[in-house]
């Protein structure tokens, strides 16, 4: 497999495994077994409802949206710029983004966020009584996997301080930089599922120690993620969907049990819960794992989008093969 068409698989999968987990997004699994009797394999087959009725169909979320602030600035920078990446994600929302995140809502209205995004970012943390952790930065993160692959020592760098632009909390970080690190060993031609869990488990460590209960939990059954927790009003909802290391753990459970692209992002999205963004980080794993020519054309082809988002592929696969 060629670097290009991992890259390339990174980037698609992000945005497919968005733009097909919106069709169970905030939904119980039970209630995604009602809705897709027979599965969800296909955008046009993704209900109306008052939710999903905000997007056209193909289309990816804000967790794509937010991806592409951060590559469109590399692009143009040439560099990993925070204070661009903070005003690109500011002008965004200022331009009617159909469904912002609390986290970043909260940060970009801070005073001083364009000025100094980590520290608006760390207030917001410390006001929710350091307890928020929620799943924004890392849905978004992928691209930072692919830029500077070659150099774990820069993805780290280049994926905690983008993250901390919105999401400060430890449990963020380490996601953000457990996900990079492991799609650019991917590409470095790290395929061993052993060996990209055993570094997870040593970066995860280096920021919160219960990253590493979550990669437990990823190498069981994906019910021991719970992903669609918080959403049943029956089991005593403690409004958990969004979090974090669920996103981080669902991506790592799929890259151990999953023989496909296609076949792993079906059983997470078929969870339920924050399932878009679950499908981004889990397809932007995926896709680097399996690489774009094992994507089925027809989920590329009816992407919504497709033509913005390729251009952007092919501009940052020109940067990355010539960067030193
Ligand atoms: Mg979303």
Not at 44 to 52: L, P
Not at 104 to 116: A, E, K, R
């Amino acid at each position: 497999m060629t670097i290009e068409d991992r890259i390339r698989g990174t980037i698609y999968g992000q945005a497919i495994g968005d733009a097909l987990g919106l069709g169970t997004e905030f939904l119980t699994k039970s209630a995604v077994r009602k809705y897709y009797p027979r599965g969800l394999a296909d955008y046009d087959q993704i209900i109306r409802d008052g939710h999903r009725r905000k997007w056209k169909e193909g289309s990816w979320t804000d967790d794509t949206d937010q991806m592409l602030c951060i590559m469109e600035s590399i692009i143009d920078r040439r560099e990993v710029d925070t204070k661009d990446i903070a005003l690109r994600l500011y002008r965004w929302v200022a331009s009617g983004a159909a469904d912002v995140g609390n986290t970043v809502h909260s940060v970009i209205s801070q005073p001083g966020f364009l000025d100094d995004p980590h520290r608006a970012s760390e207030s917001v943390w410390e006001k929710s009584g350091r307890s928020a952790a929620a799943n924004g930065g890392v849905m978004r993160t992928s691209v930072l996997g692919v830029w500077d692959y070659r150099y774990p020592s820069r993805v780290r760098e280049n994926a905690a301080k983008v993250c901390r632009i919105t999401h400060h909390d430890p449990r963020c970080v380490g996601s953000c930089v457990v996900v990079c690190l492991a799609i650019s060993a991917i590409l470095r031609g790290v395929t061993s599922i052993d060996e990209l869990f055993e570094d997870a488990y040593d970066e995860g460590a280096l920021h919160d120690p219960r990253i590493a209960e979550y990669l437990d939990r990823s190498k069981g059954s994906l019910d021991a993620l719970d992903l669609d927790e918080g959403l049943d009003p029956e089991a005593g909802s403690n409004g958990s969907i969004g979090y974090t290391l669920k996103a981080l753990g669902a991506a790592f459970w799929a890259m151990k049990h999953s023989l496909s692209f296609e076949g792993g992002i079906s059983k997470v999205i078929h969870e339920g819960g924050d399932a878009d963004s679950n499908g981004a980080v889990t397809g932007a794993l995926l896709g680097a794992l399996f690489g774009f020519s094992e994507i089925p054309g027809r989920l590329v082809s009816s992407l919504r989008g497709r033509a913005r988002l390729e251009e952007k592929t092919v501009r940052l696969l020109k940067l990355v093969e010539c960067r030193p």
